[in-house]
């Protein structure tokens, strides 16, 4: 009777083991899931990509502007006194203003960056564009990050379930070499 | 002590990581930095091997699943249960490394596109599967189940596989397989690079696989000699 008991404690052990795991792993996607869901629930997700078309005014100051992301969708924006913008030229000196403030830069800035296809990040409401930075994240080095992000990410996860298996497989040696004595 | 290191060794275990040495030297030392993405685009040489390991890993646990309802060989229930197991490592850092490489390109971690969703809903087959068997009672009735929950779950495969092409979205196109675009990049650099870091993502699946089945037999001697152990008890004590 007691060994039965100790059978099914240890098999039902092995079982919770597993689904431990299981679980640790739907948490931690779930997790992931509702954080990157909760950051852009109240926004449109920003666009990224290169500028396209830039349209002024007669008197020189921008109207519109037309990005082209990695899909190949072309999105027009339009602009208002409030549009902030953070562009950098090619040297790497950074612009940072609105479109109230210097009208006529946004042009010349986004012109610049049409000529040689840098890429921008916009967030916008209803086509109207809140701001035009700079891609940073389009940048080599800004990646780095996300790659190693994965290579640890990776390994991490096999290194862990490497040693999973190989506490495991001690204690059911252990426990065979054991039983195995008992039964002599 | 070397006798040690060296008992410990296993062929496949020797193979895998001589070509994940070699892969790991393709990625970021031969092959050149692609032009649009940057350095993020080297997280698909990890993403689209580990994809192939899991959707690998539910086609061994659907066929040995089938192999059990057919044999019921105890065998095939055990390569079942280590390949799903396996496969779920490998679902999971499918799912990350994908979130952690549209964070930079699309500048969202999720969408809810046919592709990314398949592909959870693949992670949630390898995860009911372990589940069932977790909580549901020991016995040829839990083995029976899990096969027919395992032969189901290889009908998301082609599901995923075919998802980019079915419903085009943001996901890039199919490189590989039959469906792939003619004009794929499978030849240039990206293509070998690709390659050998999938051969050695397999190797390495069959390695893992190989080495929780044996757990696995263990596991299935050690009740049977408890088994063995309870009868005797009885018999003694009657």
Redesign the interface.
């Known amino acids: 009777m007691m060994l039965y008991a100790i059978n099914t404690l240890t098999n039902s052990g092995k079982g919770a083991m597993g689904t431990k795991l299981a679980l640790a792993l739907i948490i931690a996607l779930t997790v992931s899931l509702a954080v990157a869901q909760t950051s852009y629930a109240n926004h449109e997700p920003p666009i990224s990509g290169i500028v396209v078309g830039v349209e002024t005014d007669d008197a020189g100051n921008l109207t519109r502007f037309a990005v082209s992301d990695s899909t190949g969708t072309v999105t027009t924006f339009t602009i208002f006194d409030g549009t902030e913008y953070g562009l950098e030229n090619q040297a790497g000196d950074r612009w940072v203003s609105t479109q109230g403030e210097e009208p006529s830069e946004s042009v010349r800035r986004l012109r610049d960056h049409r000529e040689r296809f840098a890429p921008i990040t916009v967030t916008f409401e209803n086509e109207t564009a809140f701001s035009v930075v700079e891609r940073e994240e389009g940048k080599l080095e800004a990646n780095l990050g996300y790659l190693f992000a994965v290579f640890a990410v990776t390994w991490a996860l096999f290194f862990a379930y490497v040693l999973y298996m190989g506490r495991k497989q001690r204690v059911l040696q252990h426990e065979i070499a054991k039983l195995k004595g008992k039964t002599g | 002590m070397l006798k040690k290191v060296l008992d410990l060794l296993d062929p496949l275990l020797i193979l895998s990581a001589a070509l994940m040495g070699v892969a790991l030297y393709l990625i970021f030392i031969w092959v050149p ?1 692609e032009t ?5 685009q ?2 698909l040489y ?2 689209v091997p ?1 994809a192939w390991g899991s959707m690998l890993g539910i086609l061994v646990v659907s066929g040995s699943s089938f192999m059990y309802l057919w044999k019921k060989n105890e065998k095939w229930d055990r390569l079942a249960v280590a390949s799903a ?2 496969g ?2 490998f679902g ?2 499918m ?3 994908g ?3 549209a ?8 969408t809810g596109e046919a592709k990314l969703t398949t592909a959870l809903i693949l ?2 087959i ?2 009911a599967y ?2 069932f ?3 549901f009672p ?1 016995g040829a009735q839990r083995q029976r189940l899990a096969a027919i929950i395992g032969v189901i779950g290889a009908v998301d495969t082609p599901i995923i596989y075919f998802a980019a092409n079915l419903w085009s979205q ?1 996901h890039p196109p199919l490189i590989t397989g039959p469906a792939a675009d003619a004009e794929s990049t499978l030849g240039s650099d990206l293509g070998i690079v690709l390659m050998a870091s999938t051969l050695a993502f397999t190797f ?1 699946f069959i390695f ?1 696989v190989q ?2 089945y ?2 696995r037999k ?2 299935d ?3 049977e ?6 009868t ?2 009885m018999t003694g004590v009657n």
């Open positions: 930095t649009n993405q940057g350095a993020v080297r997280i990890f993403h580990v197991e396996v779920v490592i999971a850092i799912l990350l490394s979130m952690i490489w964070r930079p390109v699309w500048a969202v971690w999720w992670f949630f390898y995860v372990l589940m068997r977790g909580y020991p943001a390495l893992l080495t929780r044996k757990i263990s596991e001697d050690l009740v000699l408890k088994r063995i152990l309870s005797s008890a």
